[in-house]
């Protein structure tokens, strides 16, 4: 198990689920953060680990808080015996 990629898959789905919420498609996306709408689709599908000014771009396009972007299940504890 690899938690980095698990994140980014959440994310990403989060990403999607947001914008597909506020009815905007990954061109909307593009034009909003100057982010590529192929790059989009990547950061959606978990293959793209987003730095802070990405994630900050995307809050802004999506119009939510930053830490709406990280509202989704997630087990931490099935990490931790892999880091002990």
């Given at each position: 198990m690899d ?5 980014q ?5 989060k990403?999607?689920?947001i ?18 709408s192929?790059?989009?689709?990547k950061y ?6 987003l730095t ?7 809050a ?11 509202s989704f ?6 990490y931790?015996?892999?880091n002990?």
């Open positions: 938690i980095s990629k698990d994140l898959k959440h994310i990403g789905n990403l999607t689920e914008r597909i919420k506020n009815k905007q498609t990954q061109h909307d996306i593009e034009f909003l953060t100057g982010i590529d192929g790059e989009v689709s959606e599908q978990g293959k793209r680990n802070i000014k990405t994630l900050a771009k995307f802004l396009a999506l119009n939510v808080h930053p830490k709406d972007l990280f299940e997630f087990d931490i504890q099935k931790k015996a892999e002990e």
